[in-house]
T-cell receptor
Framework: NAGVMQNPRHLVRRRGQEARLRCSPM?????VYWYRQLPEEGLKFMVY????????ESGMPKERFSAEFPKEGPSILRIQQVVRGDSAAYFC????????????FGQGTRLTVV | KQEVTQIPAALSVPEGENLVLNCSFT??????LQWFRQDPGKGLTSLLL???SQREQTSGRLNASLDKSSGRSTLYIAASQPGDSATYLC???????????WGAGTKLIIKP
C-alpha cells in the first residue's frame, strides 16, 4: 500500500494561471479531504469528498477553487487564476468510511505563485 | 467555536531530555485526537491516534494521553534525540470525522 500520493510535490505558477493538484487516496479509502496550510499557520479544512460527491466544501473559497473525486482516477483540487495569496502547502488525506479511523495524509503539494 | 491550543509554540532542549508537549481544546465533545509531526518543507507523519474511549497510546519513545474532562492531551517524548526536531501538531477529530481541528503546532528543536 503506497499510502496517500500527491503530485506534483512542488508547483510553480504565474499569477492568472491555473493550478491542478492531484491526490490518490490509499487503497480501499473512499473518503478524501483537502487542507491548506498557509506559511506559519496551521492546517485549514477545505473540502471533503467521496467518490463522485462533494460532502462538505464549507472551507473552500467561493471563487476560483473547485474539487472533484471522480469514479476513476485521483481527486483533483483546481485553482483558477491563481494569485500570490494562494501560495501554500496543500495536503490531501484519506480514510475509510468508518468513524474513529486514522486520517492518512499525503506529503503535500507546495504551490508557489510568482 | 472549537479551538485547539498548543503550548509552548516553540521549545529547545538538549539531547537526552524528556519533554512534554501540551494540547488543549475548548469543546469536550471530542471524538478522537491525533498527533502528527511535520518536518520542514515536508509532509505530515502520523504519530499516535487516541480514540475517544482511550486514555493513552504509546509508540516507542512516545506516549500520548487524553483527558477529556480537562480538555487536554499531552505528548511525552522520552530521551529526546536531534532527529526528533520537527513541528508537532495536535489534531482533534470531530464526531463527523472529517472536520479536523488543528492546533498551530509546537516547534521542537533538540540540540546535540
Amino acid at each position: 500500500n503506497a499510502g496517500v500520493m500527491q503530485n506534483p510535490r512542488h508547483l510553480v505558477r504565474r499569477r492568472g494561471q491555473e493550478a491542478r493538484l492531484r491526490c490518490s487516496p490509499m487503497k480501499g479509502h473512499s473518503h478524501v479531504y483537502w487542507y491548506r496550510q498557509l506559511p506559519e499557520e496551521g492546517l485549514k479544512f477545505m473540502v471533503y469528498l467521496q467518490k463522485e460527491n462533494i460532502i462538505d466544501e464549507s472551507g473552500m473559497p467561493k471563487e476560483r477553487f473547485s474539487a472533484e473525486f471522480p469514479k476513476e482516477g485521483p481527486s483533483i483540487l483546481r485553482i483558477q487564476q491563481v494569485v500570490r495569496g494562494d501560495s501554500a502547502a496543500y495536503f490531501c488525506a484519506s480514510s475509510t468510511s468508518l468513524q474513529g479511523t486514522e486520517a492518512f495524509f499525503g506529503q503535500g503539494t507546495r504551490l508557489t505563485v510568482v | 467555536k472549537q479551538e485547539v491550543t498548543q503550548i509552548p509554540a516553540a521549545l529547545s532542549v538538549p539531547e537526552g531530555e524528556n519533554l512534554v508537549l501540551n494540547c488543549s481544546f475548548t469543546d469536550s465533545a471530542i471524538y478522537n485526537l491525533q498527533w502528527f509531526r511535520q518536518d520542514p518543507g515536508k509532509g505530515l507523519t502520523s504519530l499516535l491516534l487516541i480514540q475517544s474511549s482511550q486514555r493513552e497510546q504509546t509508540s516507542g519513545r512516545l506516549n500520548a494521553s487524553l483527558d477529556k474532562s480537562s480538555g487536554r492531551s499531552t505528548l511525552y517524548i522520552a530521551a529526546s534525540q536531534p532527529g526528533d526536531s520537527a513541528t508537532y501538531l495536535c489534531v482533534r477529530l470531530r464526531d463527523s470525522n472529517y472536520q479536523l481541528i488543528w492546533g498551530a503546532g509546537t516547534k521542537l528543536i533538540i540540540k546535540p
